[in-house]
């Protein structure tokens, strides 16, 4: 049974820090890719960062380039999102994806059916 969880959410102040979780069992973890995606209300779900199954590559979003950190311990079958520097435009559901990253291109072709059920991040003063 493969699932994805995720946990760290929450409702922070714009500056601040948080950092999510992604907990994966039912599937081998260190095979695939691994992601984090976001959306926001009446928006469309964009992706946030990937990271390839070893860790070797990693890509962000622009809007985040620079605050995020997206992280894996494939011992723990956990991938972890680190976010600083929080704004108000960074409140989201936040949802684990595992899928394929490219070492060589950066493209990061999700696996449909490897979704976590999200979790959600506020960022307001």
């Known amino acids: 049974q493969v699932q994805l969880v995720e946990s760290g959410g929450g409702l922070v102040q714009p500056g601040g820090s948080l950092r999510l979780s992604c907990a994966a069992s039912g599937f081998t973890f260190s095979s695939y890719g691994m992601s984090w995606y976001r959306q926001a209300p009446g928006k469309e779900r964009e992706l946030v960062a990937a990271?390839?199954?070893?860790?070797?590559?990693?890509r962000y979003a622009d809007s985040i380039k620079g605050r995020f950190t997206i992280s894996r311990d494939n011992a723990k079958n956990t991938v972890y999102l680190q976010m600083n520097s929080l704004k108000p435009e960074d409140t989201a559901v936040y949802y684990c994806?595992?899928?394929?990253?490219?070492?060589?291109?950066?493209?990061?072709?999700?696996?449909?059916?490897?979704w976590g059920q999200g979790t959600q991040v506020t960022v307001s003063s």
């Open positions: 994806n595992a899928g394929t990253l490219n070492y060589y291109t950066g493209s990061y072709f999700p696996s449909e059916d490897y």
């Open positions: 990271v390839t199954s070893g860790g070797g590559r990693t």
